[in-house]
């Protein structure tokens, strides 16, 4: 089992930034991919950016330039720096953790966090 709890949510004006963290417990060994996702109101869930096996990085194109997704292992803790938000960057931000064991692949969410950017 892993737990995930999402915090720095807020709201911001266009152009202003945000960090959002994401602390990771539990089984936090087996965990092989943790990613950001985001859902705006009235749309599906979106990935926003992925850390796999802690090597490579994925970013929706919407983020790319912007928005950093970093990972510190010793304090189980997944990072998500905002930059230069804009209104359509305004949703539920979630973190999600996929964790691989003796040959199942079980998946974690987070509470989610409110952003609001304003214009």
């Known amino acids: 089992q892993v737990q995930l709890v999402e915090s720095g949510g807020g709201l911001v004006q266009a152009g202003g930034s945000l960090r959002l963290s994401c602390a990771a417990s539990g089984s936090t060994s087996s965990i092989i991919g943790i990613a950001w996702y985001r859902q705006p109101p009235g749309k599906q869930r979106e990935l926003v950016a992925r850390?796999?096996?802690?090597?490579?990085?994925n970013y929706a194109d919407s983020v790319k330039g912007r928005f950093t997704i970093s990972r510190d292992n010793a304090k189980n803790t997944v990072y998500l720096q905002m930059n230069s938000l804009k209104p359509e960057d305004t949703a539920v931000y979630y973190c999600y953790a996929e964790a691989s064991n003796r040959g199942y692949t079980y998946q974690y969410w987070g509470q989610g966090t409110q952003v609001t950017v304003s214009s």
């Open positions: 850390i796999n096996s802690g090597v490579s990085i």
